[in-house]
T-cell receptor, first 113, second 118 residues
Framework: RKEVEQDPGPFNVPEGATVAFNCTYSNSASQSFFWYRQDCRKEPKLLMSVYSSGNEDGRFTAQLNRASQYISLLIRDSKLSDSATYLCVVNLLGAGNNRKLIWGLGTSLAVNP | DAGVIQSPRHEVTEMGQEVTLRCKPISGHNSLFWYRQTMMRGLELLIYFNNNVPIDDSGMPEDRFSAKMPNASFSTLKIQPSEPRDSAVYFC????????????????FGSGTRLTVV
C-alpha cells in the first residue's frame, strides 16, 4: 500500500461546480498535512495547510480525519483557473526525529466552460 | 527575490553522458532539497542539505547520482553516467526552516529541469 494515496482522476467538472478530493495516508504517526497545487509543466505550490479542526481559505476547504487517516479538499464554485493537479502531502516524523514529507501522486482536475 | 533558480530548464543527453543540474536557493534559506518527479512515482526526495551539509541522501537512487552544496547559494546534482530511466523532472526547493518537514512556510520550489536521456 502506498504511504499516501489519491484518486488520480481526472475529474472533469463544469464551471461553478463543487468538487471534492480525498487522500488517505497509511502512517498514523503523520503529524501535519498539506495540499499543493501543480499546474501543467510547472512546479508545485502550496495551496493550504490542513488543520485538525478543518480550515477554509475562500472557496477552498480542507479537512482532516485522523481516526480514518484521510484528508479532503473541497473546491466550491470552481473556476477555469482551478484546473491543475492537486497533491496531498503528509509530514511524517520518522526514525531519529527526522521529519519527512511524503507526496501523493496527485489528482487531476479539469474545469470546463 | 528571484525565487529558487534552476538551470538548465531542459536537458537532452545521450545515455552514458554526464549531466549536471544546478540550483540557486533563495537567499537566506538554509535548507535545500533535490526532488525527482515522474508520472509513475510522483515526487521523490533525493537528498537535502541543512546549512550546506547533506543530512539525508537515502533517496539517491544509486552511486551514479551525487549532489554537492559548496556554499549557501549554490548546489549541483550530477548523474554520471546517465541512463534513459533517469528521464524525469528534477526540482530543487529551499526553505528557511531546518529539516524537510519542520515547517511548510518558506518551502519554495524552482521551476525544475526536464531531463531526457536518449
Amino acid at each position: 500500500r502506498k504511504e499516501v494515496e489519491q484518486d488520480p482522476g481526472p475529474f472533469n467538472v463544469p464551471e461553478g461546480a463543487t468538487v471534492a478530493f480525498n487522500c488517505t495516508y497509511s502512517n498514523s504517526a503523520s503529524q501535519s498535512f498539506f495540499w499543493y497545487r501543480q499546474d501543467c509543466r510547472k512546479e508545485p505550490k502550496l495551496l493550504m495547510s490542513v488543520y485538525s479542526s478543518g480550515n477554509e481559505d475562500g472557496r477552498f476547504t480542507a479537512q482532516l480525519n485522523r481516526a480514518s487517516q484521510y484528508i479532503s479538499l473541497l473546491i466550491r464554485d470552481s473556476k477555469l483557473s482551478d484546473s491543475a493537479t492537486y497533491l496531498c502531502v503528509v509530514n511524517l516524523l520518522g526514525a531519529g526525529n527526522n521529519r519527512k514529507l511524503i507526496w501523493g501522486l496527485g489528482t487531476s482536475l479539469a474545469v470546463n466552460p | 527575490d528571484a525565487g529558487v533558480i534552476q538551470s538548465p530548464r531542459h536537458e537532452v543527453t545521450e545515455m552514458g553522458q554526464e549531466v549536471t543540474l544546478r540550483c540557486k536557493p533563495i537567499s537566506g534559506h538554509n535548507s535545500l532539497f533535490w526532488y525527482r518527479q515522474t508520472m509513475m512515482r510522483g515526487l521523490e526526495l533525493l537528498i537535502y542539505f541543512n546549512n550546506n551539509v547533506p543530512i539525508d541522501d537515502s533517496g539517491m537512487p544509486e552511486d551514479r547520482f551525487s549532489a554537492k552544496m559548496p556554499n549557501a547559494s549554490f548546489s549541483t546534482l550530477k548523474i554520471q553516467p546517465s541512463e534513459p530511466r533517469d528521464s524525469a523532472v528534477y526540482f530543487c526547493a529551499s526553505s528557511s526552516f531546518p529539516g524537510q518537514g519542520a515547517s511548510n512556510y518558506g518551502y519554495t520550489f524552482g521551476s525544475g529541469t526536464r531531463l531526457t536521456v536518449v
